[in-house]
């Protein structure tokens, strides 16, 4: 069972420990190549200088070698729920729940299991070849790779870890040269393994390595945050940062399987719990209006860590994500819906400097800015609640609202100018010919990717953030959790 532990929570960035089946159809509908949607079908389609480089960390990669009251969680377990999907017990997963991403190039399981990473049945129809080489970092791989560890071993492979130093500023191309260099030293084959044992930052570095090391070998993805598990872990996107931008450099490269021990959630600290909850809360926002009820009813519970509710969580979340790469893998059109508030999130990542800001909080603050925005554009619906003359207002208050009760930032750092963002996000990869694509909302529920709006509306929308500083400066830091943390990496 999941234990209900917590670690005390830490609101600025943290320092380095050193250790030697398918959802249904997706919303997808014949838009020209300028305007994707996700959600529920509409009857009709609304509209359609770089930075200074920062200084090369010189902190080791550490290489090791094995010889051969709240609101109540979901109800008790069921066969499925009448949408198809698992359904968790209220005290903990079922001994063996899994489902299946079927992508265009590869089909693979997401097996959710308590002590999964332990046991050596959990690897053997996915470990072939003689030689296995665990990636993970100084934090996670102290608490978790000697059980991996054991359970290869138990298989007789020979095995070897591979400990990066932990945070986002460490996805980087000297990263992945460690890895590639310690795969050659070791004589690994196209039939070894290597294994993904960590969050966002190891599971994306180690896929990477995996599609160029001798043009591909096999690789297993072992998530160990939540935001792993519902989202960077599935799909098969690989890639390692650029100082111009995040993930440019990377490729789609489907894992052969996602084994999701829930045991190891308990010890996440409130700050890496918090950056998956805005994953989860994405998935609600884009396509499954059914899942952002069921937060508003539950965050508590959720952030309580309540086993239940986490697995619910983890559930829903990686069904909406395998509907959706299993109708496009490679981002061609539906897949770019995930992708809201991340066009924002990933301009703030870089501006403040990798790993000052954790990727699901750039993501919450991006996704209230993408929010505003659809309301500014006339959007948005009009609802009961809205004060007269603005529609939509209603909706940005409910994404605020559930953002803050996971303990997320709902605002953009003020030290944020219009120019940091523009600068920062014409190098995202939804610029297609010089013409930057958004995620936008045409409603809570139903996502858009189209470059079909006012670009006025998206300058003033950031500039809104800057007036709203000057104004209620006091407000403002509340709403950012004191997460700035350092100046702005200028452009």
């Not at 968790?88 to 693979?108: K, Q």
């Not at 299991?113 to 102290?142: Q, R």
């Not at 020979?158 to 945070?167: E, M």
Request: glycine share 10%; hydrophobic share 40%.
């Amino acid at each position: 069972m999941l234990a209900d532990r917590r670690r005390p929570t830490r609101r600025f960035p943290m320092a380095f420990i050193p250790a030697a089946p398918s959802l249904g159809a997706v919303g997808w509908r014949g838009d020209p190549p300028s305007c994707s949607r996700s959600g529920p079908p509409r009857p009709t389609a609304r509209r359609g200088a770089p930075p200074t480089p920062r200084r090369a960390s010189t902190r080791p990669a550490v290489a090791m070698t094995a010889t051969p009251s709240a609101p109540s969680p979901p109800p008790p377990p069921s066969p499925a729920t009448n949408d198809g999907r698992p359904t968790p017990g209220a005290d903990g997963l079922r001994a063996s729940t899994t489902l299946t991403v079927s992508a265009a190039s590869r089909t693979y399981p997401i097996h959710f299991g308590d002590g999964l990473l332990g046991d050596p049945a959990s690897y053997a129809p996915y470990i072939t070849g003689d030689k296995c080489l665990i990636v993970t970092n100084t934090t996670v791989g102290p608490l978790y790779a000697e059980r991996v560890v054991a359970a290869l071993t138990a298989l007789g492979k020979a095995v070897s870890v591979l400990a990066l130093p932990d945070g986002e500023e460490y996805k980087d191309m000297e990263r992945l040269n460690t890895i590639l260099d310690r795969a050659m030293e070791l004589r690994l084959d196209r039939k070894s393994t290597l294994l993904a044992l960590g969050g966002g930052v190891v599971g994306d570095i180690t896929g990477f390595a995996a599609s160029v090391y001798v043009r591909g070998v096999p690789f297993v993805q072992l998530p160990t945050t939540l935001l792993a598990v519902v989202d960077s872990a599935v799909g098969g996107k690989t890639a390692v940062n650029h100082r111009l931008g995040k993930n440019m450099i990377g490729a789609f490269y489907q894992p052969r399987a996602v084994l999701v021990d829930a045991t190891v959630l308990a010890t996440l600290d409130d700050r890496q719990l918090a950056a998956g909850i805005a994953e989860v809360v994405k998935y609600g926002l884009i396509r499954d209006l059914p899942l952002l009820g069921w937060l508003e009813a539950n965050m508590e519970a959720l952030t309580a860590r309540q086993p239940g509710a986490l697995e619910h969580a983890m559930l829903a979340s990686c069904a909406n994500k395998a509907a959706v790469v299993a109708a496009d893998e490679t981002e061609g059109g539906v897949r770019a819906t995930l992708n809201l508030g991340h066009t924002f999130g990933h301009a703030i990542e870089a501006a403040m400097g990798y790993g000052t800001w954790l990727h699901g909080e750039a993501v919450a603050a991006g996704m209230v800015m993408a929010t505003e925005m659809s309301k500014r554009l006339g959007w948005l619906p009009a609802a009961a609640d809205d004060p007269p003359g603005e529609a939509g207002a209603a909706a940005v208050k409910r994404v605020e609202a559930l953002l803050a009760r996971a303990g997320l930032p709902v605002r953009p750092p003020p030290s944020m100018t219009l120019e940091t963002f523009m600068t920062y996000m014409s190098v995202d990869k939804k610029v297609e010919s010089g013409v930057l694509k958004l995620v936008l909302l045409e409603g809570v529920g139903s996502a858009v990717v189209t470059a079909a709006y006012d670009k006025e509306v998206l300058y003033d929308t950031i500039m809104y953030y800057q007036r709203l500083f000057q104004d209620k400066p006091g407000e403002y830091e509340n709403a950012l959790l004191h997460l700035e943390g350092t100046e702005v990496v200028n452009p």
